[in-house]
């Protein structure tokens, strides 16, 4: 039996259940038991319904053989990621890009490049590191290592993130957004390079579940239906 | 992969460390849980990805020892210390991209302050080399004063030369300065557009947060003096070019950087200081020969390095870190000193290394 972590609800529960559905799998929530549910269409696949930010987890830790969640999610929650999951299908909905956004009436600032140096000169003048206010951390510190931007700071937002520079918490923000129009109303714009990281609803193996060989001919039959 | 049990492991440091002592060091012995602060103002976030950082007592962070100059380091500016030799072993704590590496391990270390830069320079090397000899390290040396030099004696202005000194430690961004600097990359329709403007907060929205309109009109100003000055010169580039990438024994190296000093005498200073050290390093039978000289080395570390570094590693375990590392960084203890700042290099051997490399 190989355990599928989903999403337990909301729309992104529903386009999973559609995207198997086209396939041939068609799988349904348990109406008196909230958290599990009933695959058909294929032998051996047991649904786990999960909040799509504990699945990477679960799949880290090999209690999940597949799962359904946002790329983002797994990049910002594992570390070295892609030597711990396995990207199966990028399955084509829940799209949401991760972005830097300055404010608006920094005309000076169109690109990282310039981020990097106004975080220099913002430094000298204010004595602390340019903040960027952001609750994905990981995601955030490798995509501005690997582009050699310095002297700036992460600062944690759960939530309202678009408010901190009004706020004078943070100089600027690193956030999902999927359509701008919060960006916008809050004065913000984002640097031109493109997104930190282009999110979507990912299926991922858990390199460590346990595959035996029964799990392995599941895992084989599924392929072959899924066509991934 | 079997690691060596802690308590050989930690034997090992003792020994090293009993050696370091005979040399005349004193012993010094760094908290394990060190303020963040510190170390996030030297590094930036990066280091929040190699260390173990948590909430400290005082409602600030800690973070457990990563390494043990940047410690000492503060401790010897805070007294104002006179030349010193310090050393010490214990644990240090790094987050490791591979998990089957320690993520705590044990480091013996020697750090020299004051003293000639030359003489120090080789006695350092000499005294870690002479601990690990019998592995038959591979030897990488490097000297990140020759870039530095280099980039000051650049003909351009000081606003190009600062940006490129801030960004020696990060090779990607340092090129796509010298890119934007030497007309490689031309400027964006957008930036062109921005800087004509009449008024180019037209379109610009409220001031919001704490960068002020003052701060954004100055980097104007400073965008505007940057397009119109010209750009650097092709030949300049080239130089720099062959500096950093340059792979030689050490000797055939010190040459072939006095030719490119003909073209950049700003790195004359730099490359004299280079062949005092191989002089002392020859004193001391260590033929500069033997001691392969790479232009990038020591780049891309996190360790702060402004001169001299090396590293040695078990040529036939290119699975394992390097066994020592060390290097010369003044430019620390100005930034920790406030201002004030001493002659200082040190070098590091990790004990475990050793155990791996001969079991």
């Keep these: 039996m190989i355990k599928l972590g989903v999403p337990s609800k909301g729309r992104l529960m529903e386009k999973t259940f559609q995207w198997f559905a086209e396939r041939g799998i068609t799988m349904e929530k348990v109406e008196d038991r909230e958290y599990a549910g009933r695959v058909s269409g294929i032998d051996g696949v047991e649904m786990v319904l999960l909040s799509a930010g504990e699945i990477p987890r679960e799949l880290a830790a090999g209690r999940i053989h597949l799962g359904v969640t946002g790329s983002d999610l797994v990049r910002e929650k594992l570390a070295g990621w892609d030597s711990r999951v396995e990207e199966l299908a990028r399955m084509g909905f829940g799209h949401a890009d991760l972005v830097i956004a300055v404010p608006n009436f920094w005309v000076d600032v169109e690109t990282l490049d310039d981020l990097d140096a106004a975080a220099a000169a913002f430094r000298r003048r204010h004595g602390h590191r340019l903040r960027i206010a952001t609750k994905y951390h990981r995601l955030m510190r490798e995509y501005l290592r690997g582009h050699g931007v310095a002297d700036y700071q992460l600062v944690d937002s759960q939530g309202a993130t678009e408010g901190t520079v009004r706020n004078e918490t943070a100089e600027a923000i690193a956030d999902i957004t999927s359509t701008g129009e919060t960006l916008r109303a809050n004065h913000l714009k984002t640097l031109s390079d493109g997104p930190v990281h282009a999110s979507q609803a990912t299926l991922f193996r858990a390199v460590d579940a346990p595959w035996d060989d029964a799990a392995q001919a599941t895992l084989a039959d599924l392929r072959g239906r899924l066509g991934v | 992969m079997t690691l060596p049990p802690k308590a050989t492991e930690r034997a090992e440091a003792e020994r090293l460390l009993a050696l370091f002592l005979d040399h005349g060091a004193e012993r010094v012995e760094p908290d394990l849980l060190l303020p963040a602060d510190t170390l996030l103002d030297l590094y930036g976030e990066d280091i929040r990805a190699r260390a173990f950082v948590t909430p400290g007592p005082d409602g600030g962070e800690a973070m457990l020892r990563p390494d043990f100059t940047v410690p000492v380091v503060q401790w010897h500016m805070a007294r104002r210390g006179d030349p010193a030799r310090y050393a010490y072993a214990g644990s240090i704590f790094r987050r490791q991209p591979d998990p089957s590496r320690p993520h705590e391990y044990l480091q013996a270390g020697f750090e020299l302050f004051g003293h000639d830069a030359a003489e120090a320079d080789a006695e350092v090397f000499d005294l870690i080399h002479a601990q690990v000899a019998h592995l038959r390290p591979r030897i990488v040396t490097g000297d990140t004063g020759i870039l530095t030099a280099a980039v000051m004696g650049l003909e351009t202005t000081a606003d190009r030369r600062n940006a490129l000194l801030r960004h020696i430690w990060r090779p990607l961004r340092f090129r796509a300065l010298l890119d934007r600097f030497s007309g490689k990359t031309p400027v964006a329709p957008a930036r062109a557009d921005l800087l004509a403007a009449a008024d180019p907060f037209a379109e610009a929205g409220p001031e919001i947060g704490l960068r002020s309109r003052t701060e954004v ?143």
């Design chain 2, 217 to 359: 009109e100055t980097r104007l100003a400073a965008l505007r003096a940057d397009a119109a000055a010209p750009p650097l010169a092709a030949r300049d580039v080239a130089l720099i070019d062959d500096i950093l990438s340059l792979s030689a024994p050490s000797d055939a190296a010190l040459e072939r950087l006095r030719d490119i000093a003909v073209d950049l005498p700003a790195i004359t200073p730099a490359t004299d200081g280079l062949a005092r050290r191989l002089d002392a390093l020859d004193a001391r039978g260590i033929a500069p020969a033997r001691l392969r000289f790479e232009g990038s080395h020591g780049r891309s570390t996190m360790e702060y390095y402004d001169g001299f570094v090396f590293t040695l590693s078990l040529p036939d375990r290119p699975d394992l870190p390097p066994v020592a590392t060390g290097g010369r960084y003044d430019a620390l203890t100005r930034a920790l000193g406030g201002g004030d700042g001493m002659r200082a290099v040190g070098g590091v051997i990790r004990p475990g290394v050793i155990l791996e490399g001969t079991a």
